[in-house]
């Protein structure tokens, strides 16, 4: 069975929220424990060791403002989890002050210098060219902000998850009428409005292309994540949360400790419940000489990489000792949040 990069992205992004939500909960010891093991079996470590570049400390996701890349891989047989390309980015950033969460999307068609090869490609291909470290890197100098942790994921089961927890109730914006997950042409058909969906449903929906634009795909994509993120936290989800880590475990990998993962659990229980602020990277997409790329927009860049710092608390963030960067080198006195 062929699966949604979406549905990578999805649940990569989905899986701090879990272990976060499961163990802060005191679902049970047990899955506390089940927790605890899936979490240890996918740490690995970046090469660069546990700081970024752009940070003068390592930061303590209890106590400072962090940053997480989720990324979402191929799931190719034909490549290796070293060569497989990107499908799905997005930077999270955490403020502790306020509790307040940022995801930004990052199209993975962008083109961007890649520090790896020292040339500009498309985003997607810094994996493939250097796994997630490459990844991290090219994140890292193309927004000019630290990725503290990463969270890798390639997704098997979404289907399957989603239809665990009952699936999830959408205001589907438009009707539609999609292939599933088997590549059947017209095997998915929804109605305008809100209504539950099961997983092969959701899925059609999120990955859909026909009816909007790129930018709007990606606002509904985030939607329908902070939709999946409140229904597993519910009673309900928490029922079939063994059942979740079950699904996604074998496919995830993270710099992340369980002690560390458990310190985000205040983002997701707040009394007004989980939310968190959409970005996106303006741009344009068209042919080059090199093929078709996504061309982001430098003014873009350049305020929501602003935005971030912000979020960040970082008020004289490290620039990039890369000598291709165009930004300044730091003071003697600067320091990172």
């Known amino acids: ?95 502790d002050d306020d509790k307040s969460i940022k995801m930004l999307n990052i199209p993975r ?35 000019d902000v630290p990725v503290d942790y990463y969270v890798r994921m390639n997704f098997q089961s979404f289907v399957e998850i989603v239809d665990s927890i009952g699936g999830i109730t959408y205001d589907v914006p438009f009707a539609i009428t999609e292939q599933n997950s088997s590549d059947l042409a017209g095997a998915i058909e929804l109605e305008e409005g809100q209504q539950t969906l099961n997983g092969e449903e959701a899925l059609a929906l999120a990955r859909t292309r026909k009816y909007d634009s790129d930018l709007a795909r990606g606002e509904r994509q985030m939607e329908i994540i902070q939709q999946i993120f409140r229904e597993t936290a519910s009673t309900r989800g928490l029922n079939h949360f063994d059942d979740i880590l079950a699904s996604v475990s074998e496919n995830m990998s993270t710099n992340l400790t369980f002690e560390e993962i458990i310190t985000f659990k205040d983002y997701f229980l707040q009394e007004e419940g989980f939310t968190f602020e959409k970005m996106q990277l303006d741009g344009e997409g068209g042919f080059t000489d090199k093929g078709w790329y996504y061309q982001l927009a430098k003014e873009d860049i350049e305020s929501t990489s602003e935005e971030l710092k912000e979020h960040l608390g970082l008020r004289n963030p490290l620039a990039s000792e890369d000598p291709s960067s165009t930004n300044s080198e730091p003071d003697d006195d600067e320091e990172s949040m």
Request: proline share 2%; net charge negative; no cysteine.
């Open 1 to 95: 069975m062929k699966h949604s990069k979406l549905a990578i992205f999805m649940w990569s992004v989905a899986f701090i929220v879990l272990i976060g939500v499961g163990a802060a909960t005191g679902y049970a010891v047990y899955l506390t424990d089940q927790v605890k093991e899936t979490a240890t079996e996918s740490h690995q470590e970046l090469d660069r060791g546990d700081k970024s570049e752009k940070r003068v400390e390592v930061v303590n996701p209890a106590k400072d403002h962090t940053s997480v890349l989720f990324v979402g891989i191929d799931d190719s047989e034909a490549r290796s989890e070293d060569t497989s390309r990107s499908d799905a980015l997005v930077l999270a950033t955490f403020n």
């Open 109 to 143: 068609d962008s083109l961007t210098y890649i520090p790896e090869v020292e040339y500009e490609d498309k985003i997607a291909h810094a994996h493939a060219f250097g796994g997630i470290d490459a990844t991290v890197q090219t994140v890292e100098r193309m927004l």
